[in-house]
């Protein structure tokens, strides 16, 4: 029993020990009887298996915050770690260890997903706050312009019953229940009025004096041919002048819709007049009337009004395009996207800003138009209607991306038919067309003017046309392999048989006037064939032989694009070309200087001039035609040619544009297409099989004549 140590006695936890106790617990406990220190220190001695002497008590000490993830030290050393990483821990700091951490790859993915869960949750609370923070502006901004139009309203009447001696007519008309708005504005119709204007503030006529300007300009004449009658509906917040929108509804349905035909136009006024939102929206009026206000007849930017009686300057007009422009897009919110009205009017924005020079914002309203085409919810439009915006905006998605030589984005299946359930142009009047500019044109001549327009059949063959677009931009941006000549040539002959498949209507025939947008529509067509081409002069493969006979055919088409440029210029000016027409332009000018030889030497000297001329005209209401004017100069002195002697009267100003600008024109530094980059998809056997494939799918140079227009070349007058 020696070997059993005695237990003992038992002392209450809860009293506290006295000295005296302490010290008779001591002498109690004799190193014969001891152990060992306690169940957690003790250790066995060496000897006669004996028990060591007592040692204190000793506890490990631990960090107050423990890391998930120790670093590389406190692992090897297996000692707890409470760094933070980057930061080092604790324990390396004390011991000036190098502290770095090695991750885990559970782990440090799992922290990484949480951190941008964390993240996403934060960036959601952010986009909400500022979805509330635009609408609180928009509705401020539209609460402060309907405040500023009733001051301006009320400022007038006031002014006028005090100074103008009108203070009888004013109460009677107020008395009888006309409105503040209509007494303001027969009082714009006095003559007093014009004085009064200058006399306001700045902060007070800044809007409210240019669209009274704008109105009046198109309201002065009672007696003229007005633009079309439209019902008063408060569609925009920007004028009330239903002329004033009427104007702007010609100019757009006259110059715009025929060549890009993103909506029904007859379904668009039913529904404007009626008031019924199914084909007609807020933000789709505001968006076309901006489109319209670069098509309004202004001077030149830096030229100064004649007298006041002349419509406003440029800068009135771009304000007004403003104007409209804000309140499109402060109704653009995401419970309307699924809307098809709301689709087309991001088509039309693209249309606003790639005119004004936005190209790089712009490109994000088509897209985003293309995209949502395909999962917009159930709509009321009619099937025809949405046909029309379906085509139309996935057309102009496709032109976009043939000119920025991208591949389209949310493309249609290759399988479409185009306009499948579509009816053929009305024949009640409605789709006749006349090249209106003002609303006081004579009537007798308008009458003679108008022809029936087809607009609707040159929208379908404008679909029809860049659906082979799209199957070029395909065959060389490598989606189908290596380009090879059955592919080039494949395409061409689906060109020329598009061009074949024509209807009277649409073919231009000798001396006569086509409609502008066919001429478009052909325009178009030469430069699609011009992209397919100029690839190929690059190339190695080629021959001298087979380079000359592709560079004539280059050269040929482009003289036909730039004749029916003339003949544009001709019989309507190029003023109201679309910013597509005005990059067909560069292209078609841009082939004339870098591949004419010396014996087309005139040609191009007349193709130089006729694009500047091109570009000067358009450049008085589109943004975008400065910077492309200096970049088509560019090209031209590159190639050693001399500009002609007047060139600065033909260029206007010479301002030099930047990087921005010219990003902001064609989302890329040069218009011209990329060719180092397609050459390098061309098959090495590419030039072998080249006349054998010509000659079986073209059927002999036949073929290719009577595919060209029946006109002799203007630029070789």
């Given at each position: 029993?020696?070997?059993?140590?005695?237990?003992?006695?038992?002392?209450?936890?809860?009293?506290?020990?006295?000295?005296?106790?302490?010290?008779?617990?001591?002498?109690?406990?004799?190193?014969?009887?001891?152990?060992?220190?306690?169940?957690?220190?003790?250790?066995?001695?060496?000897?006669?298996?004996?028990?060591?002497?007592?040692?204190?008590?000793r506890?490990?000490?631990i960090?107050?915050?423990?890391?998930?993830?120790?670093?590389?030290?406190?692992?090897?050393?297996?000692?707890?770690?409470?760094g933070?990483?980057?930061?080092?821990?604790?324990?390396?700091?004390?011991?000036?260890?190098?502290?770095?951490?090695?991750?885990?790859?559970?782990?440090?993915?799992?922290?990484?997903?949480?951190?941008i869960?964390?993240?996403?949750?934060?960036?959601?609370?952010?986009?909400?706050?500022?979805?509330g923070?635009?609408?609180?502006?928009?509705?401020?901004?539209?609460?402060n312009?309907?405040?500023?139009s009733?001051?301006?309203?009320?400022?007038?009447?006031?002014?006028?019953?005090?100074?103008?001696?009108?203070?009888?007519?004013?109460?009677?008309?107020?008395?009888?229940?006309?409105?503040?708005?209509?007494?303001?504005?027969?009082?714009?119709?006095?003559?007093?009025?014009?004085?009064?204007?200058?006399?306001?503030?700045?902060?007070?006529?800044?809007?409210?004096?240019?669209?009274?300007?704008?109105?009046?300009?198109?309201?002065?004449?009672?007696?003229?041919?007005?633009?079309?009658?439209?019902?008063?509906?408060?569609?925009?917040?920007?004028?009330?002048?239903?002329?004033?929108?009427?104007?702007?509804?010609?100019?757009?349905?006259?110059?715009?819709?025929?060549?890009?035909?993103?909506?029904?136009?007859?379904?668009?006024?039913?529904?404007?007049?009626?008031?019924?939102?199914?084909?007609?929206?807020?933000?789709?009026?505001?968006?076309?009337?901006?489109?319209?206000?670069?098509?309004?007849?202004?001077?030149?930017?830096?030229?100064?009004?004649?007298?006041?009686?002349?419509?406003?300057?440029?800068?009135?007009?771009?304000?007004?395009?403003?104007?409209?422009?804000?309140?499109?897009?402060a109704?653009?919110?995401?419970?309307?996207?699924?809307?098809?009205?709301?689709?087309?009017?991001?088509?039309?924005?693209?249309?606003?800003?790639?005119?004004?020079?936005?190209a790089?914002?712009?490109?994000?309203?088509?897209?985003?138009?293309?995209d949502?085409?395909?999962?917009?919810?159930?709509?009321?439009q009619?099937?025809?209607?949405?046909?029309?915006?379906?085509?139309?905006?996935?057309?102009?998605?496709?032109?976009?991306s043939?000119?920025?030589?991208?591949?389209?984005?949310?493309?249609?299946?290759?399988?479409?038919?185009?306009?499948?359930?579509?009816?053929?142009?009305?024949d009640d009047?409605?789709?006749?067309?006349?090249?209106?500019?003002?609303?006081?044109?004579?009537?007798?001549?308008?009458?003679?003017?108008?022809?029936?327009?087809?607009?609707?059949?040159?929208?379908?063959h404008?679909?029809?046309?860049?659906?082979?677009?799209?199957?070029?931009?395909?065959i060389?941006?490598?989606?189908?392999?290596?380009?090879?000549?059955?592919?080039?040539?494949?395409?061409?002959?689906?060109?020329?048989?598009?061009?074949?498949?024509?209807?009277?209507?649409?073919?231009?025939?000798?001396?006569?006037?086509?409609?502008?947008?066919?001429l478009?529509?052909?325009?178009?067509?030469?430069?699609?064939?011009?992209?397919?081409?100029?690839?190929?002069?690059?190339?190695?493969?080629?021959?001298?032989?087979?380079?000359?006979?592709?560079?004539?055919?280059?050269?040929?088409?482009?003289?036909?694009?730039?004749?029916?440029?003339?003949?544009?210029?001709?019989?309507?000016s190029?003023?109201?070309?679309?910013?597509?027409?005005?990059?067909?332009?560069?292209?078609?000018?841009?082939?004339?200087?870098?591949?004419?030889?010396?014996?087309?030497?005139?040609?191009?000297?007349?193709?130089?001039r006729?694009?500047?001329?091109?570009?000067?005209?358009?450049?008085?209401?589109?943004?975008?035609?400065?910077?492309?004017?200096?970049?088509?100069?560019?090209?031209?002195?590159?190639?050693?040619?001399?500009?002609?002697?007047n060139i600065?009267?033909?260029?206007?100003?010479?301002?030099?544009?930047?990087?921005?600008d010219?990003?902001?024109?064609?989302?890329?530094?040069d218009?011209?297409?990329?060719?180092?980059?397609?050459?390098?998809?061309?098959?090495?056997?590419?030039?072998?099989?080249?006349?054998?494939?010509?000659?079986?799918?073209?059927?002999?140079?036949?073929?290719?004549?009577?595919?060209?227009?029946?006109?002799?070349?203007?630029?070789?007058?």
């Amino acid at each position: 029993m020696a070997d059993f140590r005695s237990i003992a006695p038992f002392v209450n936890p809860s009293s506290k020990a006295t000295p005296s106790t302490s010290q008779q617990l001591s002498q109690d406990s004799s190193p014969s009887q001891t152990t060992g220190t306690s169940a957690n220190e003790g250790t066995l001695g060496k000897s006669g298996g004996k028990q060591s002497a007592a040692t204190p008590h000793r506890r490990r000490r631990i960090p107050g915050q423990v890391s998930n993830l120790a670093c590389n030290e406190c692992r090897r050393a297996r000692a707890k770690c409470n760094g933070e990483r980057p930061n080092p821990c604790r324990r390396c700091v004390t011991r000036d260890l190098n502290c770095a951490y090695e991750f885990h790859t559970k782990t440090h993915k799992d922290d990484l997903i949480k951190e941008i869960a964390v993240i996403k949750a934060e960036n959601a609370d952010l986009q909400t706050g500022n979805r509330g923070l635009q609408e609180q502006k928009s509705n401020l901004t539209n609460l402060n312009m309907d405040l500023q139009s009733k001051q301006d309203t009320q400022t007038v009447i006031l002014d006028m019953l005090t100074n103008n001696g009108h203070d009888r007519e004013i109460i009677k008309r107020l008395q009888a229940g006309d409105s503040r708005e209509s007494v303001a504005q027969w009082l714009l119709q006095q003559p007093h009025l014009k004085h009064h204007l200058r006399t306001l503030p700045v902060s007070q006529k800044l809007l409210f004096d240019i669209v009274k300007r704008v109105e009046d300009h198109y309201e002065a004449s009672a007696e003229s041919p007005g633009p079309m009658s439209l019902n008063r509906s408060q569609w925009t917040s920007v004028t009330r002048s239903q002329t004033l929108i009427g104007h702007l509804f010609e100019l757009y349905f006259t110059w715009v819709h025929p060549i890009h035909m993103l909506f029904s136009e007859f379904d668009f006024l039913d529904g404007y007049e009626s008031n019924d939102e199914t084909h007609c929206s807020c933000a789709l009026v505001n968006s076309v009337c901006a489109m319209a206000c670069l098509l309004l007849e202004n001077p030149d930017k830096n030229a100064e009004p004649i007298d006041e009686n002349t419509f406003g300057t440029y800068q009135d007009a771009m304000q007004l395009r403003d104007a409209f422009m804000a309140e499109a897009r402060a109704l653009l919110q995401p419970d309307s996207y699924s809307h098809l009205t709301s689709l087309q009017a991001f088509a039309v924005i693209f249309l606003v800003d790639l005119s004004s020079g936005k190209a790089r914002s712009a490109t994000s309203y088509i897209r985003s138009a293309a995209d949502h085409l395909k999962i917009y919810g159930p709509d009321k439009q009619k099937n025809e209607a949405a046909q029309l915006s379906y085509w139309g905006i996935h057309t102009l998605n496709t032109v976009w991306s043939g000119f920025t030589y991208q591949k389209p984005f949310a493309p249609i299946s290759p399988s479409s038919n185009v306009f499948f359930d579509l009816h053929s142009d009305r024949d009640d009047g409605l789709s006749l067309w006349h090249s209106y500019r003002q609303p006081g044109d004579d009537i007798d001549e308008i009458e003679d003017q108008k022809r029936q327009g087809f607009s609707v059949l040159t929208a379908c063959h404008h679909a029809k046309l860049f659906r082979i677009v799209h199957y070029a931009i395909n065959i060389y941006c490598g989606a189908r392999g290596k380009v090879t000549a059955e592919a080039v040539i494949g395409c061409y002959k689906r060109y020329l048989d598009w061009s074949d498949e024509l209807p009277a209507q649409l073919k231009i025939e000798k001396d006569s006037q086509p409609l502008p947008h066919i001429l478009s529509l052909h325009v178009q067509y030469y430069t699609a064939l011009i992209q397919l081409l100029v690839p190929l002069l690059r190339s190695e493969f080629f021959s001298a032989s087979h380079t000359e006979e592709i560079r004539r055919m280059v050269i040929q088409n482009a003289k036909e694009g730039l004749d029916l440029l003339l003949i544009s210029l001709q019989l309507y000016s190029s003023r109201y070309h679309m910013p597509i027409t005005t990059f067909c332009v560069v292209h078609l000018g841009d082939t004339m200087v870098r591949y004419c030889t010396e014996e087309d030497q005139e040609s191009r000297d007349k193709a130089i001039r006729v694009c500047l001329d091109t570009l000067q005209q358009t450049r008085s209401g589109f943004g975008l035609c400065g910077p492309l004017q200096q970049m088509f100069r560019w090209t031209v002195q590159s190639n050693k040619i001399i500009l002609p002697e007047n060139i600065v009267s033909r260029m206007g100003s010479l301002n030099r544009y930047g990087v921005d600008d010219v990003l902001d024109a064609c989302t890329r530094l040069d218009y011209s297409q990329p060719i180092e980059h397609i050459i390098g998809y061309l098959h090495p056997q590419i030039a072998d099989t080249w006349h054998e494939e010509w000659r079986k799918q073209i059927d002999g140079p036949r073929r290719v004549s009577n595919a060209r227009l029946e006109i002799t070349s203007l630029l070789n007058r």
